[in-house]
């Protein structure tokens, strides 16, 4: 799917395009959502270089995620996307052309959305393909604090089951959940930094100063969201030892048990062990009284056990 912005009188315009359209004149941002071969062969008549394919942009070398040509400056750079209770980096290539920005992606992407929803109710406005893609990661940074601090809220209710619950399971899973939801965001911190660096090299002459003022205002922000990113790596270690300690404890009780109770049924199994050999010479056999001592005799050898298991406080 090809879909062309412009601005026009201060409005942004909308075009679906297809593969027998032109560029409109005007077009600010080109998206290209999906592109089939036909679609990817439409663009090359306004590209120099071959449109990227899907290999090329998850390619994760920086000669290959950023890099520039006749057509422009090329980035390959990584968006989080979350699914469901889990967090998911999504690549999209960008091309900032000296009319145009273009953009090939092959999922869909919330803060593309959510971009396209700022421009059309006016809350960004953007007039040139380098403050387009400054502001969509103005968004991504933004949106990578807000994942960040709600590892941190899922956090302070792990640490609280770990405490309480008894079935530790789900905790494994929610905290392996989220060690690999940190791991996204943490990638997708660098991969902002370096495509921001990367701009910041690339424009050094072209930028005006508020655009280098919010670049930099990025840059600080990505570098403070690190140690947060790490503490809660740390944090999620230390969760997870201490579930893992926890769930140590809960089997020692339940081997504890099972010890103990071997221990108080040893006695009588050694009384009725003794009186199942049948000699013949056993005087007790012929015992009217025999088999009620027998019963007695085990009982309370495993009363006494147990009771001295409990003094000694070992239960």
Same mark, same amino acid.
């Given at each position: ?12 315009? #909308? ?28 663009? /090359? ?15 994760? @070398? ?12 090329? #980035? ?36 593309? $959305? ?8 006016? $809350? ?10 400054? @502001? ?51 990638? /997708? ?83 009725? /062990? ?42």
């Amino acid at each position: 799917m090809i879909t062309a912005y412009a601005y026009v009188d201060r409005q942004l315009q #909308i075009n679906e395009l297809s593969i027998t359209d032109i560029i409109p004149s005007g077009t600010l941002w080109l998206d290209l959502f999906k592109p089939d071969d036909q679609e990817r062969e439409w663009l /090359s008549q306004f590209s120099v270089e071959d449109v990227p394919e899907e290999d090329d942009i998850n390619e994760i @070398e920086a000669s290959a995620r950023f890099y520039q040509n006749h057509d422009g400056l090329h #980035i390959n750079s990584l968006f989080p996307q979350r699914v469901g209770q889990e967090v998911k980096g999504v690549n999209v290539s960008f091309n900032i052309r000296q009319n145009f920005l273009l953009t090939i992606r092959e999922e869909d992407v919330g803060l593309i $959305r959510l971009l396209r929803n700022y421009l059309r109710l006016g $809350r960004i406005e953007a007039t040139s393909p380098l403050t387009l893609l400054l @502001e969509l990661f103005n968004l991504k940074v933004d949106y990578l604090s807000d994942l960040i601090e709600d590892v941190y809220t899922v956090l302070d209710s792990v640490g609280e089951e770990v405490f309480k619950n008894d079935e530790l399971d789900d905790v494994f899973k929610l905290i392996t959940r989220q060690e690999h939801s940190n791991g996204k965001i943490r990638l /997708s911190l660098l991969d902002t930094q370096r495509s921001l660096r990367y701009m910041q090299k690339y424009y050094r002459g072209q930028l005006c100063d508020d655009e280098l003022k919010d670049l930099r205002e990025m840059l600080l922000d990505i570098e403070s969201l690190m140690p947060h990113s790490q503490f809660i790596f740390d944090k999620l270690n230390f969760l997870l030892d201490a579930a893992i300690g926890f769930s140590g404890l809960q089997q020692n009780r339940i081997i504890k048990i099972f010890s103990v109770a071997a221990v108080v049924f040893l006695p009588p199994t050694v009384i009725a /062990s003794s009186y199942g050999m049948n000699f013949s010479t056993m005087p007790e056999l012929q015992w009217q009284f025999g088999y009620p001592m027998a019963i007695l005799m085990m009982f309370g050898s495993a009363a006494g056990t147990y009771f001295f298991f409990k003094r000694k406080g070992w239960l």
